[in-house]
């Protein structure tokens, strides 16, 4: 097995890096990118996010063991990251939805629950089912000719809305992993992802009533250590009228981001500070230094939004969503594009071709273990192919910068990376592998060897 530094050499580029809404919670995106025309290929391994071209970076296998489910932590509305070079930096969980007139813009879905399956597998739902432990009834309701719809190489079937609410959470998990391996499953194969806390906690500030938040809680189940859940078209029964089922389907794109302060006070050591936020190579010196100092020197005024230390276009996209504008390119940002482009002041646009992103990381990064620095791309690599199906940034105690998904509804976050990893490597077919800028890196060596 190649060791982790081996040079890289290109492997496929038709692995997925997904867009995760879930960790970013986003219901249905490739149904919801096809209704724009963007409608892209899932994979079966990572059933959850949108397809897109990938890096193809063969750098071996490492197994992980699959996560083990966990109950979640209590809430926390402010916390401290472990202190570092960084500085002392305060954390807020937020969440965001899709703004109302990109949601007023898509067809809500059919009420009506469905399950599409290959025609080839007909003959094994029964095992199936009889695994997930359904009642014998359900299965021949399900199974009945008289209930199926043939569509190409499809079969549908349609479980009733009692019977599909009464299946436990164990069954769903299992029906539903499988049902998430076919594209045609759009909301099982990218559901909703609830990360680090619970449904209640999740939808607590949201506007959808407490009867339809106990439905989703009813309805959900576990994928790995993360609550899912798929039933957006069961939930639309609910609604009471037409705006409230818009703001059910707007609920369910919801996502939580950090946000970050920077504490500063005439105890910082702003030396260290501005060295590690300008890599220890002196970049964008000349921009964070002035400010930190003011600052750190100014009684009164003791702490600075960390989106003021990030990059130009960073500080652009950071908490927004993709504009159509962006579709004049023929293809929308992914995880890939925002990550490459984290230093750059205009975005290099021809990063949106997988071939050329996969270039530039050949040509300008050499591979890095932790603990990784600021500005280090963090690839999320198949143990199997090496195909890198993700990538974000590292910030700082393991803060990262993501976009989870090339699609309209998937925005720019600051995320944990355990929960960036809770989203991509729940299987424990991955693994994730750090990337530093070559110049970046080269400076660096230099000016500690000075």
Sequence with gaps: MPSPTTTFVPSSLQANCRSSRRSTAVPGAGWLAGLLLFTLSL???????????????????????????????????????????????????????????????????????????????????????????????????????????????????????????AITQESRAVIYGELAKDPANEYHADPVLIIGTTVEEWYKGSKLRPE???????????????????????????????????TIFKACTRTRTLMVRMKLDRTSNAEQIINYWTVGAGLRRKDLEPLINSIVEIDGIDDLGLVHVLPALVRKLLYTYPGLDMAKYGIMPDCHWTSLNFFNFEPHQYLLDARLATSQVLEQFTPVEPPYQYGDILFFLDNTTGDAYHSCVHLADNIVYTKNGRNLLSPWLLMRLEDVKKVYLYKGNGRVQGFRRKDIAAQKSVKEGE
């Design 43 to 165: 994979t079966v391994a990572q059933g959850q996010i949108t397809s897109a071209e990938n890096l193809g970076l063969n750098l071996g296998q490492n197994t992980l063991l699959a996560p083990q489910a966990q109950s979640a932590p209590p809430a926390i509305s402010v916390f401290d990251a472990n202190p570092g070079p960084w500085g002392k930096l305060q954390c807020t969980y937020v969440f965001l939805e899709a703004p109302k007139s990109l949601i007023e813009g898509f067809s809500l879905p059919s009420p009506i629950p469905r399950w599409s399956f290959p025609e080839s597998s007909l003959a094994s739902l029964p095992e199936l089912f009889a695994k997930a432990g359904l009642s014998k009834s359900l299965i021949a309701a399900l199974l009945s000719p008289t209930t199926q719809v043939k569509e190409g190489t499809h079969v549908h079937l349609f479980p009733p809305l009692a019977e599909l609410e």
């Design 212 to 246: 339809l938040i106990a439905k989703i809680q009813k309805l959900s189940y576990m994928r790995g250590e993360t609550i899912a859940f798929s039933d957006i078209p069961a939930l639309l029964n609910y609604a009471q009228s037409d705006s409230e089922a818009r």
